[in-house]
């Protein structure tokens, strides 16, 4: 047996990276890196989920990782079907656990589902013989988008190990940051973060992490600039004195990422403002790789998705 | 319960395994000339397979013939039966293979599942002028209508034998052979 093929995957769901040991994360990046191809394909669609049903079911607005997902599922020839909060019983008071059970009759092969409250994706992945992606739940965890980060990190420099990489932005209320941090900090990453004192969470360095006192600091000598999105929409508490202000403090330019490595890249995981955490002129430039972040999406969706039929099919046999 | 495979012949060794490889390319040359000509490997042990051939055809003809990977996994039908999920690795195509002739190479036919996946496969990359099969054992037992057009050694076995195929590239070998072997079941 090949090195590469000692670990298998075994789990039902995929909750958060934090339960992960760094030989699963290993294995999802390594059978994406397979996947990747298919997209350079004339035709784009390979048969191995022929017959399996996924449910994507949206409970909080995505655009990008539900279009994502569902190309995945597509790409892989998997039956899909889109409950979003707008257009279903989800709004109409249905409790959780009659969706779950509603689902559950439905016999879907995997469900994917976001929720503005963290644990939502655990409790169904409890209640339901499918298995449960995790595509965001509240404040808590994202794993695809940290093991598609991931995997943009590995391509570029070919490794993650001994990685020095800053995360700057709204650290509290991501749950990118979250498993981030624990995706990165598994694989020997070392990582800091900055932001305003407001959006920082209290014992953050529990995490394993370093607090950087300013942007500055944070960006010395790293080789990857992780840029996070300040949630407009979601200030209602004013946690920002204004936007102009938090650009000035915070703001990725040219000139503060002279600090970083000659060979830094800058990751933002979308969708950005430009002119409030990055400026258009790092974003649209050399250093940027934020739309080769939105290519591995579909390639790390469809390991994904994979690793848990087989292994939501191995335990049906057994 | 894993059952213990034991040696019980060696069906070709390295210098009889060079001489079947080389013959095997002469008649795929024989039939269809280089003209157009891919050589494709399907993973693991039709890989090394197919390198040895090209190598062949250019000792014969002075032309090198370009190679090709072809990785089966999406393909396959027991994806809902075996478990954990087989390592998915890449497909890697010299090129675009429409209108081309296109040999699969494999070390064993013996269900033709394989086969069949790999044809699969293949039509998703473009649409070769014609396909054939090279395998170096055909060792029987077909559960769908395949056949190879060259075909190394026939081998007769039962379903309780394996035939193993073992390349310096892909086993912890010195020399390639190719060995039948006997399951004892554990006691």
């Not at chain 1, 996924?54 to 597509?74: D, G």
């Not at chain 1, 330019?253 to 969708?271: N, S």
């Not at chain 2, 014609?130 to 077909?142: F, N, P």
């Not at chain 2, 395949?146 to 020399?175: I, K, L």
Request: a negative charge; hydrophobic letters at 45%.
């Amino acid at each position: 047996m090949s090195p590469e093929t000692a670990v298998a995957w075994h789990r039902k769901d995929l909750l958060g990276i934090a339960e992960l040991d760094p030989d699963e994360i290993r294995l999802i990046l390594d059978t994406a890196e397979s996947f990747r191809e298919i997209a350079e394909r004339p035709i784009k669609k390979v048969p191995t989920l022929r017959g399996k049903t996924v449910i994507n079911l949206f409970f909080e607005a995505s655009t990008r990782t539900r279009s994502s997902f569902e190309i995945a599922e597509k790409w892989l020839s998997a039956d899909s079907i889109n409950f979003s909060s707008s257009s279903s019983a989800l709004s109409k008071g249905e409790t959780l656990i009659d969706t779950a059970l509603n689902l559950q009759a439905m016999a879907p092969d995997l469900v994917v589902v976001r929720h503005e409250h963290p644990g939502v994706p655990h409790m169904l992945a409890k209640r339901l013989k499918a298995g449960v992606i995790n595509a965001g739940d509240g404040a808590h965890e994202h794993p695809t988008q940290a093991l598609l980060d991931a995997f943009t990190i590995r391509r570029r420099k070919g490794r993650i190990d001994g990685l020095k990489v800053a995360i700057v932005g709204d650290i509290e209320h991501s749950r990118v940051v979250r498993s981030n941090i624990h995706l990165l900090t598994k694989l020997g990453a070392e990582v800091r973060v900055a932001g305003p004192r407001t959006m920082m969470p209290v014992e953050v360095e529990k995490l394993g992490v370093v607090v950087a006192p300013t942007l500055e600091a944070a960006l010395e000598d790293v080789d990857v600039v992780m840029m996070l999105r300040i949630q407009l929409e979601r200030q209602s508490r004013q946690r920002l004195p204004s936007v102009k202000e938090y650009f000035q403090l915070y703001g990725l330019t040219a000139r503060q990422l002279a600090r970083a490595k000659e060979d830094v890249i800058v990751m933002h995981p979308g969708p950005m403002n430009r002119g409030v955490e990055i400026s258009s002129e790092v974003a649209d430039g050399p250093f940027s790789v934020i739309l080769e972040q939105v290519e591995a999406g579909v390639a790390v969706r469809m390991a994904v998705l994979y690793l848990l039929v087989g292994a939501r099919d191995g335990e049906a046999e057994a | 319960m894993q059952a213990e495979l034991i040696p019980k012949s060696t069906l070709l060794d390295a210098a009889q395994m060079a001489r079947v490889i080389r013959r095997m390319a002469g008649e795929v040359v024989e039939r269809d000339g280089t003209n157009d000509l891919v050589l494709v490997g399907i993973r693991t042990r039709g890989v090394p397979l197919a390198k040895r051939m090209a190598e062949a055809i250019e000792q014969l003809e002075g032309v090198q013939v370009p190679l090709g990977i072809l990785d089966i996994t999406l393909y396959r039908d027991d994806l809902s039966t075996i478990a954990p999920q087989p390592v998915v690795k890449e497909t890697k195509l010299p090129g675009d293979i429409e209108g081309r002739l296109v040999v699969l190479c494999d070390d064993v036919l013996y269900t033709g599942r394989t086969v069949r996946a790999a044809i699969d496969a293949l039509l998703d990359y473009g649409r070769p002028r014609a396909v054939r099969l090279a395998v170096l054992i055909d060792r029987g037992h077909r559960e769908l209508p395949v056949q190879a057009d060259t075909v190394g050694r026939v081998v007769p076995t039962s379903r309780r034998e394996v035939v193993e195929v073992r390349f310096p590239e892909t086993d912890e070998v010195e020399d390639e052979d190719v060995r039948l072997m006997t399951r004892k079941e554990a006691s």
